[in-house]
Nanobody
Framework: QVQLEEAGGGLVQPGGSLKLSCVAS????????IGWFRQAPGKEREGVSC???????????HYSDSVKGRFTISRNNRRNTVYLQMNSLEPEDTAVYYC???????????????WGQGTQVTVSS
């Protein structure tokens, strides 16, 4: 059974940074596409970013337009962890952030499969 655990959320002022982590247990992340999505109260789920599994063709990464240039996704297979570095945070980034395995990582950022409990990110002065 896939288990993912997110951490690193918190309260930050506008313009600040946070780094989220997503640790997998009971399976190896290496060959899985992993993504992040967020859910704010009263809003639809929004795909934020995804990264393909490790393969001979190299990693492919996608970002939503709302975070492109501010967020960076990365993976450390030795630690079985995927990260989301978030810079220049804005109040509109406030949401619960989830990491998830994906059946496909592409620019649609839609094909989320299994996810963790989420971590709250609040951007406020």
């Amino acid at each position: 059974q896939v288990q993912l655990e997110e951490a690193g959320g918190g309260l930050v002022q506008p313009g600040g940074s946070l780094k989220l982590s997503c640790v997998a247990s009971r399976f190896a992340l290496d060959y899985h596409a992993i993504g992040w999505f967020r859910q704010a109260p009263g809003k639809e789920r929004e795909g934020v970013s995804c990264i393909t599994g490790t393969s001979g063709t190299g990693l492919i990464i996608h970002y939503s337009d709302s975070v492109k240039g501010r967020f960076t996704i990365s993976r450390n297979n030795r630690r079985n962890t995927v990260y989301l570095q978030m810079n220049s945070l804005e109040p509109e980034d406030t949401a619960v952030y989830y990491c998830a395995t994906m059946t496909m990582c592409d620019k649609r950022l839609s094909f989320f499969d299994s996810w963790g409990q989420g971590t709250q990110v609040t951007v406020s002065s």
